[in-house]
């Protein structure tokens, strides 16, 4: 089997952040070679020092990293994308704000050369209850909330704690299928949350993930998530489908994971976990065991991790 | 140089004088209609006696139609009532899958690559004992090559396995609502949907771009526009890309091109700032025959695909509410921009929630930008009720209404979509006139054929194509329904003063008829001959089309 491309669906209303959030990965890549799907370039502020090339739907941007708008016809882009010189390893589609990312993954996994690995739907803080039930696209956000494997509630800076607490508290009550995590302008370390280096899986050491430090110069206090970065040492094999299961289970605190594990089959797997959703794919050759698993600060830790998947066992 | 036409009749929908025996004609324009003594007051001037037995109307006004008709015609047509091509063959319609199947057979005889694709359009298995249409039966007509079908409604594909082999679909662990799978767990060969139908479409021989039209297809669509009267025509919801741009002014522009046709910018894919920009740049762009810089706004699906919104109480058959393909804050910015910049734009509504929406947003955004004569247009609005109208008449909006539904899947409604009492007042034409709202009526061909008089029919008498009359009461009058496809539509598309009726001073457009429409039966309405059309003093015969 090939080794296939792996997807995050950004989905959200308008003004939620997405536009922010593609912008904020493209410029914080770290190497890694991303493509962008957007539906327009329109709003996507892009600085002129990073763009190498642009034609009428491709941005080339320095670093290898591309930003392409589909338009019409997301299945065209994507094919479009497999006939590159050099593919990317990751690949971001920024859903236009009506639409439901959870029907965009369902035509993705149409493609095999593709793997979903999470929606991720953003949530404007200051009005995402209001929106959810507003005469007309009330309906529209619900949905787009329910197909969220990972909710992002952004602008929380703009509440107060109180009604932070809220919004929190009625997300995690209507849409307790997915993690929840707080960000200020839609900015998440993009390794935290999507593109994991597969040489950082060997040599990330557990760590404190520093909030956005331009946001901390400018403000008191901050209302972003912290998350904390594990490095799962895992030495035998394992049932590399019950471990991503229990991975993705709502008890573990976490958020994301990444990583190779050894399949009890001799085989080595990719194991890719976003909030609820899990996959398991063959690993690409070269690489060696080790997953890194990510959640908020204060939620989960190496040993909860280790106890809750029967590691040591 | 003038010519003066005798005709037997001509109507000429000015009140002033509805009937005429002559028109002088001068530089494609309308010197006079009235009778040969008062227009040999201009001067010298050549008679024709060439309509001396004909019937001449003001060349016939598709407000809503897309030119990728003319490509279409090179698929096989597979529809169930009898269609009429660019060429003027009658094709008769297809009454059941084995005559389809015939049908793709015949023309799979002709091709000699055996792995070229073989694609058909506008089957309707609605008509059908069992409804669906599977790939195991278009694999009768091909294993080796990929086949594909298009739906009438435009909104289904049906193909074989081949295509769905070609594609990848053709595997288990297939999971998407819009593909439904057999008792085996394979795909049964129907794909509901533009997200599967394209990538499968394209294995089964549809371009790229399948609602776009291109250089053939829109000398085509040209030759079925003088086949049915048409003088002007538009092209919906068009990208309208430079290279598109290009080529529609260059084919236009033959001194033997018939139409003069009207491409609308679709708002998809672009910002709200971008899509002005855009138009504001095709404006200066028009030429006579390629008109430009209005935009086409899609705020939802359709109701036949169940994805039209819909207010309470939604779908008869309880389907869940239907899709938005515009977010209200984008119409807002688009209405907005586009009342401040004198753009006017049409907005595609099926459901009665949708229309909701265009109504209160342009409210609003009139509000801001206030503006009497922004003629601003539904389409479709098929469920627009009494007190959206009387709400459309404050807001000086138009209608442009698609007759040809009850037709065609007027007992669809009835029986599934939306039950009797809203099938009786779907695309309600009598509603809109009594709110003095002005009113087009339209075909969305490739949809449904193009033919304002077919079109003029249903709106008249309103039948199902089961034979009966659903919505007695919302049935126009001929004389009202005739004003619809000329100087109604002209008026939805702002160019009333140029086009849509013969008087002094207008465009030398006209559709020229076997038989008088205000003569004949309301339900032969659909069967008068026509003859061709003059455009812009031109004259072109169907029959050397």
């Known amino acids: ?313 | 140089m003038t010519t003066i036409y005798s005709a037997k009749k001509i109507i000429t929908m000015n009140p002033a004088r509805p009937t005429v025996s002559h028109v002088a004609v001068r530089d494609g324009l309308i010197l006079g209609a009235g009778s040969l003594k008062e227009l040999q007051g201009f001067g010298d001037y050549t008679l024709d006696s060439g309509f001396a037995d004909k019937i001449l109307m003001p060349g016939l006004v598709e407000g809503h139609c897309h030119a990728v008709e003319g490509k279409w015609w090179r698929y096989v047509y597979c529809g169930f009532h009898d269609r009429m091509d660019p060429y003027g063959k009658v094709w008769p319609g297809v009454t059941s899958i084995e005559d389809v199947i015939e049908r793709m057979q015949e023309k799979e005889r002709t091709l000699t690559d055996p792995i070229e694709p073989l694609t058909g359009w506008a089957i309707d298995p609605i008509y059908y004992p069992v409804k669906k249409i599977t790939r195991q039966q278009l694999d009768s007509i091909s294993t080796t090559r990929a086949v594909g079908i298009m739906h009438a409604s435009g909104h289904i594909l049906s193909v074989n396995s081949k295509a769905l082999e070609l594609a990848d679909y053709l595997r288990p662990g297939i999971e998407h609502n819009g593909i439904p799978l057999g008792e085996d767990g394979l795909p049964t060969g129907e794909l509901k949907g533009p997200d599967v139908m394209f990538p499968v479409g394209q294995k089964a021989g549809f371009d790229d771009n399948m609602l776009e039209f291109d250089e053939p297809g829109l000398i085509d669509f040209a030759r079925l526009c003088v086949r049915t009267g048409v003088t002007t025509a538009t092209d919906l919801a068009a990208q309208l890309n430079d290279e598109t741009v290009a080529m529609g002014a260059r084919i236009t522009a033959a001194d033997d091109f018939p139409v003069r046709v009207m491409s609308l910018r679709f708002h998809h894919g672009v910002t709200p700032e971008e899509l002005i920009d855009h138009v504001k740049s095709l404006k200066v762009r028009s030429t006579d025959r390629f008109r430009l810089g209005k935009i086409k706004v899609v705020a939802d699906g359709s109701i036949q695909g169940f994805s039209a919104r819909l207010n309470w109480p939604g779908y008869y058959n309880g389907a869940p509410n239907g899709l938005w393909y515009i977010a209200p804050e984008q119409m807002r910015s688009i209405y907005e921009m586009a009342l401040q910049e004198g753009i006017q734009v049409h907005t595609h509504t099926n459901g009665d929630e949708a229309t909701d929406l265009a109504l209160d947003t342009l409210e609003v955004a009139l509000k801001k930008h206030s503006n009497n004569n922004h003629r601003f247009t539904i389409q479709h609005g098929q469920l627009i009720n009494a007190a959206q109208y009387r709400r459309m008449e404050k807001l000086n909006m138009c209608v442009n209404h698609f007759a040809n539904h009850h037709f065609y899947w007027g007992d669809e409604h009835y029986d599934l979509t939306v039950g009797p009492e809203r099938a009786e007042r779907m695309n309600a034409c009598r509603t809109a006139l009594d709110n003095n709202i002005p009113l087009a009526i339209h075909s969305d061909a490739p949809i449904t054929p193009l033919s304002p008089l077919f079109t003029a029919w249903c709106a008249v008498n309103r039948l199902t194509s089961s034979g009966r009359t659903q919505g007695e009461y919302e049935k126009i009058t001929v004389a009202e329904a005739l004003r619809a496809i000329t100087l109604g539509a002209a008026y939805t598309l702002d160019m009333d003063n140029e086009i849509g009726s013969i008087e002094v001073g207008k465009q030398a457009d006209f559709a020229v008829l076997e038989d008088d429409p205000t003569e004949v039966a309301a339900m032969a309405l659909k069967d008068i001959k026509v003859w061709g059309t003059v455009q812009a003093g031109r004259v072109f015969a169907a029959s050397d089309i």
Not at chain 1, 94 to 120: D, F, H, K, N, T
Not at chain 1, 188 to 193: A, F, Q, V
Not at chain 1, 289 to 311: D, H, N, W, Y
Request: hydrophobic share 40%; glycine share 8%; net charge negative.
């Open chain 1, 1 to 313: 089997m090939q080794s296939v491309m792996p997807v995050t669906i950004i989905g959200g209303y308008l003004g939620s952040g997405k536009t922010t959030l593609v912008n904020h990965l493209l410029r914080h890549a770290n190497g890694v070679r991303l493509a962008v799907l957007v539906n327009d370039f329109g709003e996507l502020p892009i600085d002129a020092d990073l763009i190498e090339a642009q034609d009428s739907d491709v941005i080339s941007l320095s670093g290898g990293c591309v930003c392409c708008s589909y338009g019409d016809d997301l299945s065209l882009s994507l094919q479009k994308l497999q006939a590159q010189d050099s593919l990317p390893e990751h690949i971001f589609i920024e859903a236009s704000g009506v639409a439901l990312p959870g029907a965009i993954g369902q035509s993705l996994s149409l493609q095999r050369a593709y793997q979903l690995e999470g929606i991720v739907v953003l949530a404007d803080a200051t009005r995402v209850q209001q929106s959810a039930v507003d005469k007309y696209i009330g309906d529209t956000i619900q949905q787009q909330l329910t197909d969220a494997d990972l909710i992002v509630l952004n602008k929380v800076d703009l509440l107060t704690a109180a009604n932070a607490y809220e919004v929190r508290q009625w997300l995690l009550e209507n849409y307790a299928q997915a993690p929840l995590v707080n960000s200020v302008f839609g900015k998440i370390d993009p390794e935290t949350l999507f593109a994991i280096r597969q040489d950082h899986l060997q040599t990330e050491p557990n760590r404190q993930i520093e909030p956005n430090k331009d946001y901390l110069k400018n403000h008191s206090h901050h209302a972003e998530s912290l998350f904390t970065s594990i490095h799962l040492e895992i030495d035998h094999a394992v049932d590399a489908n019950a471990l991503a299961a229990q991975l993705a289970d709502a008890d573990s605190g976490l958020v994301r994971a990444k990583g190779f594990v050894l399949h009890r089959d001799n085989t080595l797997k990719t194991i890719q976990v976003v909030g609820r959703r899990w996959s398991i794919t063959n690993a690409p050759a070269g690489v060696k065991p080790g997953l890194v698993c990510i959640g908020c600060s204060g939620e989960f830790s190496q040993e909860s991790i280790r106890a809750l998947c029967k590691l040591d066992a």
